[in-house]
């Protein structure tokens, strides 16, 4: 498809294990974003992938997790030794930049559950 | 870092009467972009605005930047259950040019 593509869709797993979420921008997107979604809530920036400069980290809230992109497309958001109040939904979105105002596209999200 | 704070977090009106939410910003904006993320779903872009107090329309819904770039209006006309959702602004940190969203209006609408 043409969207952004998010996988998987729903991801549920144990306090303590690694869960590695994926995102497909759209092709030929520079700009890449994390964000983190809780019940009812607003947009929590996590990072920010544009070209081949070094990402905007300063989103991330702990050093479990962390990001990256590979060949200026896909990018994994990995957190280790996750915790109950890592659940929330974790949306990617990416945007064409031939400037700094482009529109972002969003993918569905994953929906992230720890037991 | 910059901030944008947006008003009110929530909102219930009756069907059919107006619905406005303010964004706004202690610096002067390049640009600002609004979305809606419907229930379950994802932010949707809407629109952007650029220049200094202009105004732009799409059906029933009105969008403004004001005249110094520092704040930005939404307003739904008549409202309807299909205006359902949360509306987030977004502006650009001068500094990094990543894009910051405000914390969002929830509006309901009572049938």
């Known amino acids: 498809g043409a969207g952004v593509s998010q996988s998987p869709s729903n991801k549920v797993t144990e306090k303590g294990k690694d869960v590695e979420l994926r995102c497909d921008p759209i092709?030929?997107?520079?700009?890449l974003y994390w964000y983190r979604q809780s019940l009812g809530q607003g947009l929590e920036f996590l990072i920010y992938?544009?070209?081949?400069?070094?990402?905007?980290k300063s989103g991330l809230p702990s050093d479990r997790f962390s990001a990256e992109r590979t060949g200026g497309s896909v990018s994994t958001l990995t957190i280790q030794r996750t915790q109950q109040e890592d659940s929330a939904v974790y949306l990617c979105a990416s945007s064409f930049t031939g400037g700094n105002n482009q529109p972002q596209h969003f993918g569905d999200g994953t929906r992230l559950s720890i037991l | 870092g910059q901030q944008v704070m947006q008003i009110p977090q929530y909102q219930h009106v009756q069907e059919g009467e107006d619905f406005t939410t303010y964004c706004n910003s202690s610096t002067t904006l390049s640009n600002i972009q609004w979305y809606k993320q419907r229930p379950g779903g994802h932010p949707v872009f809407l629109i952007q605005?650029?220049?200094?107090?202009e105004v732009k329309k799409q059906k029933r819904l009105t969008f403004q930047f004001g005249e110094a770039k520092k704040n930005s209006s939404l307003h739904i006309t008549a409202t309807q259950t299909t205006d359902v959702g949360t509306y987030f602004c977004a502006v650009i940190a001068s500094n990094t040019g990543k894009l910051i969203f405000g914390q969002g209006t929830t509006l309901q609408v009572k049938p």
């Open positions: 092709s030929g997107h520079t700009a």
């Open positions: 605005l650029v220049k200094s107090g």
């Open positions: 992938f544009q070209g081949n400069s070094a990402p905007d």
